[in-house]
């Protein structure tokens, strides 16, 4: 945590996320906390390489962010989410259609 906490913009972007929570009279101060902390050498750059790697690989990942984006775009209340289901399901059915005016089933006699 002490690496994400660099600055005061870093303190205000993870409080208005709500994984900070403090009662500390300023950002500055919340800074000044986790500078202080003593970590006993675990902020060593080579401790954490590996998780930080792969932090780094999904936050960078492309298919992450356009399934982030379709999520949030078009599952934000239940009527999109109905409203996306539903058109899917007619769009199959007019293709089941389609395929059953061009190919009409053999007639049994």
């Not at 996320?17 to 060593?44: H, M, R």
């Not at 775009?73 to 409203?83: E, G, L, V």
Request: aromatic share 16%.
């Amino acid at each position: 945590m002490k690496r994400f906490v660099a600055s005061k913009e870093d303190v205000k972007e993870l409080r208005d996320k709500g994984i900070i929570i403090n009662q500390l009279e300023s950002d500055e101060q919340v800074v000044q906390l986790y500078k202080d902390l003593n970590t006993y050498g675990a902020d060593n750059n080579f401790a954490f390489r590996v998780f930080w790697d792969h932090m780094e690989s999904h936050f960078n990942s492309n298919a992450k962010m356009w399934i982030a984006d379709f999520k949030t775009k078009y599952f934000d209340n239940p009527w999109t989410t109905i409203a996306l289901a539903g058109s899917i399901f007619f769009l199959f059915m007019d293709i089941v259609q389609t395929y059953f005016a061009a190919v009409p089933p053999a007639s049994t006699k």
